[in-house]
């Protein structure tokens, strides 16, 4: 360790992040976290880096839903959010990200991480 470092920073990830894109080059996780407050973009960001340093992580921080897509789980001021991805080889995809107001995950969020992932998969 060199003098006046610190361990956490000489750390590498074990992830690489990025975010999903579109066809027409949009990043829809990207564009969602940024609609969020500064302090709560800054959960989340803590949140996936967690993840992305600590992976393979379960409970309470990321649970599977589906066979390859989990979700980071964070508190945010006005209530939970969630950032669905996959793991492809050392990448973290995110795929899809939005404000949880019940207890079950929508059907339709769900269903929009799927076909993001099904669209990663045909590339």
């Not at 000489?10 to 990025?18: A, C, E, N, W």
């Not at 379960?58 to 839903?65: E, Q, T, V």
């Amino acid at each position: 360790m060199v003098a006046g470092g610190n361990d956490r920073d000489s750390r590498q990830p074990i992830l690489d992040v990025v975010f999903f894109r579109t066809e027409a080059g949009n990043e829809p996780v990207r564009e969602w976290l940024q609609g969020l407050a500064r302090e709560d973009r800054k959960t989340v960001g803590e949140d996936i880096k967690t993840a992305q340093f600590g992976w393979p992580i379960g409970m309470p921080l990321i649970r599977k839903l589906a066979s390859d897509l989990w979700e980071v789980r964070s508190r945010i001021s006005n209530g939970i959010s969630r950032v669905m991805f996959t793991v492809d080889g050392q990448t973290m995809v995110l795929l899809h990200g939005f404000q949880k107001k019940s207890q079950r995950t929508p059907p339709a969020d769900l269903m929009t991480a799927k076909r993001r992932l099904a669209q990663l998969r045909s590339e």
